[in-house]
């Protein structure tokens, strides 16, 4: 490592903007490079108009391809200091850079500012050349919501690459636009299995709006569309929505295929109405164990939900935590602690770890190292947050994989003095959503002695 490293990363440390400046604009293009990556993570609005000045693409920076990398961590730098200065310039960035990972920075940068003034170009993006950019730029138009770009998504949901029909299902759910609902409904019978996850989480999004055009999908001649409709039907709830599940399994509009009756009975768990009792008790006869399975686990589900929920205490004398009744705590060979949610087949569990010698060790150093361990496995960060409490520093990462199935992922770390725990959460999204309040219970009451 020669000297110039080393200032960098003093610079950075110590956070100097003014000396990381200064080395953005120097002779040699690697120490740009590495001045534009220190000043991505100090996040400073002093350094705004710097970075614009060395976001700017010129003709002869193709003969040097480290200026790409410059251009880059420009861009993203810019996006987390989130400085509306630097709007006009990431538009240009996306229009004009041949670079499509300058054109994907710049893209994430404008949906990480908001401003609508990005509209027009990010519209214009979703035709880009390289999916990488057109999915961002989805994901950007969903971030800012503005009605004008529905017309677009909704087009998009038909692009070649399925990442970009994911990102448009995710921005038409945060947009709500009523227009969306039939082509996400098509979008639930997308080859892909992620595109049609996120198109069924959109439509739950819109809440009883979806809600009759779901009831009509569940006379779809496709099966697995009918079953993955019940699933919607069941997140957002109702008197319709309960209705329309319980008719799954009596009268003529009983559904011929146990998938469908399977998925019915776990909405009817999710939504949690004695009235769905009978028709899961008749469900709980079908020929086929899945019916069977699904129907016992929602009638669990719904005569607990109706019963006073009781809070455990876990306590080892150097940490405890509450937790409800719908977990159970097991011990592994290890001495680790696993806790395990009694949901649709034990979905999610807890690993409670335990790290000692850590006082030089920050729970925010901790966290990129955690952050790291996301990357490697191929998970994607949805969320961060950083917090104090009880004398301990906190810090939360949530994200999701879908290289098998879809897959949330929570740890949160809990740093006092030389001792670090961290809770490491993983299992179905659907699980998680069920769980989000005994979940909150067990961060909130974690507490290390001392």
């Known amino acids: 490592m020669d000297s110039t490293d080393l200032d960098i990363e003093y610079l950075e440390e110590n956070r100097d903007v003014d000396g990381l400046v200064r080395l953005l604009k120097d002779k ?62 990431l538009i240009e ?7 499509e990972e300058v054109r994907l920075k710049a893209a994430w940068a404008l949906g990480e500012i908001g ?30 919501a503005d009605q004008r770009a ?18 448009a299902a995710v921005s038409l759910g945060r947009m709500k636009d009523e227009k969306a609902i039939p082509i996400l409904l098509e979008a639930m019978e997308d080859e892909d299995a992620d595109v049609r996850w996120k198109a069924m989480l959109a439509l739950a999004k819109f809440g009883e709006r979806a809600v009759k055009p779901l009831i009509k999908t569940l006379q779809n001649e496709n099966w697995s569309v009918r079953a993955r ?23 003529n509009t009983r ?16 939504i949690g109405d004695e009235r769905a009792l009978e028709a899961l008790r008749y469900a709980q006869k079908d020929e ?25 205490n876990f306590d080892n004398g150097e940490v405890s935590f509450d937790y409800s009744d719908h977990w159970e705590i097991i011990s592994t060979s290890d001495a680790k602690k696993v806790v395990r949610g009694l949901y649709e087949n034990n979905s999610i569990t807890l690993s409670l770890n335990r790290n000692t010698n850590v006082a030089e060790v920050s729970s925010e150093e901790f966290a990129e190292m955690l952050k790291d361990v996301f990357i490697v496995q191929g998970s994607e960060i949805l969320d961060e947050r950083y917090f104090e409490k009880y004398g301990m520093d906190v810090y939360e990462v949530y994200g999701e994989n879908h290289d098998v199935a879809p897959t ?43």
Not at 93 to 99: I, R
Not at 229 to 251: Q, R, S, T, Y
Request: glycine share 6%.
């Open 229 to 251: 409709a019940a699933e919607v039907i069941g997140k957002i709830g109702g008197e319709d929505a309960l209705n329309a599940l319980i008719g799954v399994f009596v009268g």
């Open 288 to 312: 086929y164990l899945f019916v069977k399975d699904k129907a016992e686990i929602a009638i669990h589900k719904i005569l607990k939900k109706h019963a006073k929920t009781r809070i455990l």
């Open 93 to 99: 960035s996306l229009e004009e850079d041949p670079d």
């Open 28 to 89: 040699d293009y690697l120490n740009r490079k590495e001045a534009a990556r220190a000043l991505k993570k100090v996040g400073d609005e002093r350094a705004v108009d710097a970075l614009i000045d060395s976001l700017k693409y010129k003709s002869w920076h193709s003969d040097y391809i480290v200026l790409n990398d410059v251009r880059d961590f420009s861009a993203e730098a810019l996006g987390k200091i989130g400085d509306e200065r630097a709007v006009p310039y």
């Open 255 to 270: 559904d011929n295929n146990r998938h469908v009756r399977g998925r019915a009975a776990e909405a009817l768990g999710r």
């Open 115 to 144: 401003s609508p003034e990005a509209v027009d170009t990010l519209i214009v993006a979703l035709g880009d050349d390289d999916w990488s950019v057109r999915r961002t730029a989805a994901n950007a138009l969903g971030m800012i």
């Open 408 to 450: 949330s992922i929570l740890i949160v770390s809990f740093k006092k003095d030389d001792l670090l725990y961290y809770m490491w959460f993983v299992g179905d999204p659907t699980a998680f959503e069920e769980a989000s309040e005994d979940i909150e219970i067990m961060v909130d009451s974690f507490y290390i002695y001392g």
């Open 150 to 167: 529905v017309p677009y998504l909704i087009k998009a949901l038909n692009d070649s690459d399925w990442q970009v029909r994911k990102f």
